[in-house]
């Protein structure tokens, strides 16, 4: 399951509970595949990416769950061409496989090197880093910063991410085949800002408490709201970076937002829904909780 580091850097990063594995993952080909390769095939070597504070620790370990690298691996060793695995045509087309999952800034470089006497096919490249799921028609979608579509999918709240709702516009796919176009972004009003706003509620104390934002009222007013993890609500405004006319500055907002987490220990004040947009708290007493916003 995909779970919030929201202190690493204020980057949103993947918990413990993915299975985390090693930084090099060597996959030997195997099976059917095997008995036609040359009697000393070469091994795939995958440099996974890894949590931002192990970055150059001899020990440090992906984010990347188990499931997913297992997927990947498989996908470059299809692509491997039997007769000749170390040819530039296997190489190419590696490559292009892998950069086609929308996991890579770029394409990633696949390269033939010799390890220990031995063939290795080694993968390496820009990771890109998940930040939230964007739910649209009762899925939710894994997307990283810029709100580019990255290849998971899971039922409402399964991902342990956190949400965008709200969302009007379909996933990007391609133009001919209607397949999901992974690595492009998601067009639509307010995702970015939304994005940019979990980001920055992501490096404050009361963290835990924020579960998503929804941005169903952005392409009128341009306001987003932020959704707690007991699906209450705080009109939070226009963008981090662009807060609306008459609106007080984003510093002032997240003052406010401590305040009230110092004083009730709650962002929401214990209430179904506030507004903080002004200089001001203003509670709305007729206000219901969206029972249904997060699933959590």
Same mark, same amino acid.
């Given at each position: 399951?995909?779970?919030?580091?929201?202190?690493?850097?204020?980057?949103?990063?993947?918990?413990?509970?993915?299975?985390?594995?090693?930084?090099?993952?060597?996959?030997?080909?195997? !099976?059917?595949?095997? $008995?036609?390769?040359?009697?000393? =095939? *070469?091994?795939?070597?995958?440099?996974?990416?890894? #949590? %931002?504070?192990?970055?150059?620790?001899?020990?440090?370990?992906?984010?990347?769950?188990?499931?997913?690298?297992?997927?990947?691996?498989?996908?470059?060793?299809?692509?491997?061409?039997?007769?000749?695995?170390?040819?530039?045509?296997?190489?190419?087309?590696?490559?292009?496989?892998?950069?086609?999952?929308?996991?890579?800034?770029?394409?990633?470089?696949?390269?033939?090197?010799?390890?220990?006497?031995?063939?290795?096919?080694?993968?390496?490249?820009?990771?890109?880093?998940?930040?939230?799921?964007?739910?649209?028609?009762?899925?939710?979608?894994?997307?990283?910063?810029?709100?580019?579509?990255?290849?998971?999918?899971?039922?409402?709240?399964?991902? !342990?991410?956190?949400? $965008?709702?709200?969302?009007?516009? =379909? *996933?990007?796919?391609?133009?001919?085949?209607?397949? #999901? %176009?992974?690595?492009?972004?998601?067009?639509?009003?307010?995702?970015?800002?939304?994005?940019?706003?979990?980001?920055?509620?992501?490096?404050?104390?009361?963290?835990?408490?924020?579960?998503?934002?929804?941005?169903?009222?952005?392409?009128?007013?341009?306001?987003?709201?932020?959704?707690?993890?007991?699906?209450?609500?705080?009109?939070?405004?226009?963008?981090?970076?662009?807060?609306?006319?008459?609106?007080?500055r984003t510093e002032g907002k997240i003052a406010l937002l401590l305040d009230i987490a110092r004083r009730y220990g709650r962002i929401d004040a214990g209430q179904p829904r506030?507004?903080?947009?002004?200089?001001?708290?203003?509670?709305?007493?007729?206000?219901?909780?969206?029972?249904?916003?997060?699933?959590?």
């Open positions: 399951m995909w779970m919030r580091l929201a202190s690493i850097v204020g980057m949103f990063l993947i918990g413990g509970t993915l299975g985390l594995g090693a930084l090099f993952v060597l996959g030997k080909v195997e !099976g059917a595949t095997a $008995v036609r390769l040359a009697k000393s =095939p *070469p091994m795939l070597v995958i440099h996974w990416p890894v #949590l %931002a504070t192990d970055a150059s620790s001899a020990s440090a370990v992906t984010w990347m769950p188990a499931t997913l690298r297992s997927e990947l691996e498989s996908l470059a060793i299809g692509k491997i061409v039997v007769d000749d695995p170390l040819s530039g045509a296997s190489l190419a087309g590696i490559g292009e496989a892998m950069a086609a999952t929308g996991w890579f800034e770029g394409k990633p470089l696949v390269r033939r090197v010799y390890r220990n006497n031995r063939s290795v096919i080694d993968v390496s490249g820009d990771w890109r880093v998940p930040v939230a799921v964007v739910r649209y028609d009762d899925l939710d979608y894994l997307v990283s910063k810029g709100g580019r579509l990255l290849p998971a999918r899971y039922s409402p709240g399964a991902s !342990g991410m956190p949400v $965008v709702l709200g969302v009007g516009d =379909p *996933p990007p796919a391609d133009r001919e085949s209607g397949r #999901l %176009a992974f690595g492009q972004p998601w067009s639509g009003s307010g995702i970015g800002e939304a994005l940019e706003l979990l980001r920055l509620m992501s490096m404050m104390p009361f963290s835990a408490q924020v579960a998503g934002v929804d941005i169903s009222r952005h392409g009128r007013t341009g306001q987003l709201e932020i959704v707690t993890d007991r699906s209450t609500r705080i009109l939070w405004g226009g963008g981090p970076d662009r807060p609306l006319p008459g609106e007080i506030i507004e903080i947009f002004s200089d001001r708290v203003v509670i709305d007493r007729t206000a219901s909780a969206a029972v249904n916003a997060t699933n959590q």
